[in-house]
């Protein structure tokens, strides 16, 4: 994504739940999902299908498999810090705005999340 994550953001790299989708063996998409304090929560992060694979329906694959999966870990609700651009991708699946836009290195942002 071109982007330098937050020193917050990877403390614990190991402890988060890393999905990728794969052509053969290369990977072509991917999130992560990071268990904030408390334990029901995760933080959703560095979501991306690269670039010649967009709009062909990959992006939403791992949504139905990544819920199922935090659901039955006892996870409730789900946050993320969400691209502008990316707001109507999020509300196709029952994401809801949290917030106004703001800047999150330099891209226009807005918190969004999805309760079980
Ligand atoms: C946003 C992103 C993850 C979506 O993945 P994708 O593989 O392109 O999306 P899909 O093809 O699975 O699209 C699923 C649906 O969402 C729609 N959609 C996809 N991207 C969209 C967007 N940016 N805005 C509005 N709708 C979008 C598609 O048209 C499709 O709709 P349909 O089911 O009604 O036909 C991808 O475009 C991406 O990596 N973008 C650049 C990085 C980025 O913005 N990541 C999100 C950071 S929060």
Do not use: W
Request: net charge neutral; aromatic share 10%; proline share 3%.
């Amino acid at each position: 994504m071109n982007l330098k994550p937050a020193g917050a953001d990877t403390e614990n790299d190991a402890e988060q739940f890393h999905f990728g989708g794969f052509i053969d063996e290369d990977l072509i998409a991917c999130v992560l999902a990071k268990p904030l304090p408390g334990q029901t929560t995760v933080k959703l992060r560095q979501r991306a299908v690269e670039n010649s694979a967009q709009r062909k329906g990959v992006g939403k694959e791992p949504i139905d498999f990544m819920e199922r999966m935090l659901k039955e870990r006892g996870f409730k609700t789900i946050e993320m810090s969400a691209r502008r651009t990316a707001i109507d991708f999020y509300t196709k699946f029952g994401y809801v705005l949290m917030s106004d836009c703001y800047l999150e290195q330099g891209v226009l942002h807005m918190k969004m999340c999805k309760v079980f």
